[in-house]
C-alpha cells in the first residue's frame, strides 16, 4: 500500500483494505481522552517508578497501563494493522512499510514523575513509514493536537494550526529565533558530545562564531515540542536519540500546519520517522526562509549523531 492511495481515502478500490483515516483520527482522540484519565489519576504521588536504559530513562507502571488500554483497544478494533509502542517494542521487530499505530503511551515520562505538567499520549498512525494520522493529547493542560494527512491541524479540534494562520512572520534566521532542544537520557559519547557542542554554537555570540539564537528551551517531551512548532510558538526544534513513538504524531501535525522536517544531520532533506534524530521547522509564508533556517542550523551542528 503506498501513501498517496490513502491520502484522505476512503472506500478507494484496492485488494487491500485502504485505511479509514478519519474515523482513525476520531478514535485515536477519543484513547487519547481515556488515557488522559489514567495519567492525571496518577497525581499527586506516582507510584511504580523505575528505569530503563538508565537512571534518566524513566518509566512508570502508568506509562505501562497506557499502552495497555491503548494497544488492547486498537487491536480490538484494527486488527489488520500492526502496533509499534515504546514499553513494548522489540528491536527484533523494528518499523515496517505496514500500517502501523506508533504510540507513545507517555511522552516527557521524566516530567511526569515530577509533576512538571508536560507531558502528553501521542497516537500517531504511519502507511509505509509516513506519519499520516496524528493525536497528540496533553491532560494536564487539556490541549488536544490533531491532524490528518491532507486535511491541516488543529489545536483542540476548531483552532487551525499554525496559530497565527496566514499572519504568521516569515522566518528571519537563528539569530531570531527561539529552538526547543532536548538533553535527552545518552549522557556520554558522541552523540552527547555533539548535542552538548551544537548548543553552545547555537547560544554563543556572533562575534564568537555563535548563531546567537534568542534562547533555547528544553520542555522535555519530543511530541510536545513538534506541536509546539506547529502552534508557531517554537520556530525550530532539533533533536538526535528520540524514537518513532515520540514524533510520529506530531510530525503530521508539524507538516499539516505547514512546518517541515529534515534529518538532524546535515545534509539529508529526508528524514525518516524512525530515523532518530530529526530538524523541524514551523510555516513561514510561502515557505520563505525554512531552507535557509535549515541550512544555518546545520551549520552549527559540532560533529554527527550516531544514531
Ligand atoms: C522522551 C522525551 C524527551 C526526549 C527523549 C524521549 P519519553 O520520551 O520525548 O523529550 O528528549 O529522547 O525519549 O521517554 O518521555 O517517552
Redesign the pocket.
Known amino acids: 500500500m503506498t501513501v498517496d492511495s490513502v491520502s484522505g481515502a476512503q472506500g478507494v478500490n484496492s485488494r487491500e483494505e485502504t485505511p479509514n483515516l478519519q474515523e482513525i483520527h476520531d478514535f485515536l482522540i477519543d484513547l487519547a481522552f481515556k488515557a488522559g484519565e489514567t495519567i492525571t489519576s496518577a497525581l499527586p504521588l506516582i507510584n511504580g517508578v523505575g528505569s530503563k536504559k538508565n537512571s534518566s ?1 524513566l518509566v512508570t507502571e502508568y506509562d505501562r497501563a497506557v499502552e495497555q488500554m491503548v494497544s488492547t483497544a486498537l487491536r480490538e478494533k484494527y486488527p489488520q494493522y500492526k502496533f509499534h509502542g ?1 514499553e513494548t517494542y522489540n528491536p527484533a521487530h523494528p518499523l515496517t512499510d505496514d500500517p502501523t499505530f506508533i504510540v ?1 503511551p ?5 516530567n511526569f514523575v515530577h509533576g512538571f505538567p508536560n507531558a502528553c499520549i501521542s497516537l500517531g498512525f504511519a502507511v509505509s513509514r509516513t506519519p499520516v494520522v496524528g493525536v497528540v493529547f496533553n491532560p494536564f493542560t487539556q490541549m488536544l493536537y490533531s491532524a490528518m494527512r491532507g486535511k491541516g491541524a488543529y489545536l483542540n479540534r476548531t483552532t487551525k494550526l499554525p496559530l497565527k494562520g496566514a499572519n504568521i512572520e516569515p522566518l528571519r534566521g537563528l539569530g531570531n529565533a527561539l529552538i526547543g532542544v ?1 538533553w ?2 545518552d549522557r556520554s559519547g558522541k552523540n552527547w558530545e555533539t548535542k552538548i557542542r551544537t548548543f553552545e554554537r547555537l547560544g554563543k555570540a556572533r562575534e564568537d562564531g555563535g548563531a546567537m539564537v534568542h534562547s533555547m528551551r528544553s520542555m ?4 510536545l515540542n513538534l506541536c509546539a512548532v506547529a502552534s508557531g510558538t517554537l520556530d525550530l526544534y532539533w ?1 538526535g ?3 518513532a513513538w ?1 514524533v510520529c504524531a506530531g510530525w503530521v501535525i508539524l507538516t499539516e500546519a505547514g512546518g517541515i522536517i529534515v534529518d538532524g544531520n546535515p545534509g539529508n532533506w529526508d528524514a525518516k520517522v524512525d530515523g532518530r534524530k530529526y530538524l523541524a521547522v514551523r510555516a513561514s509564508p510561502d515557505g520563505e526562509g525554512q531552507k535557509e533556517i535549515i541550512e544555518e542550523l546545520w551549520s552549527h551542528i559540532q560533529g554527527k549523531f550516531e544514531y
Not at 106 to 110: A, H, R, S
Open positions: 530513562d515504546e507513545d507517555i511522552d516527557g515520562t521524566v532536548e535527552g537520557s522535555g517531551s519530543a511530541a533533536e536519540g528520540c524514537w515520540d
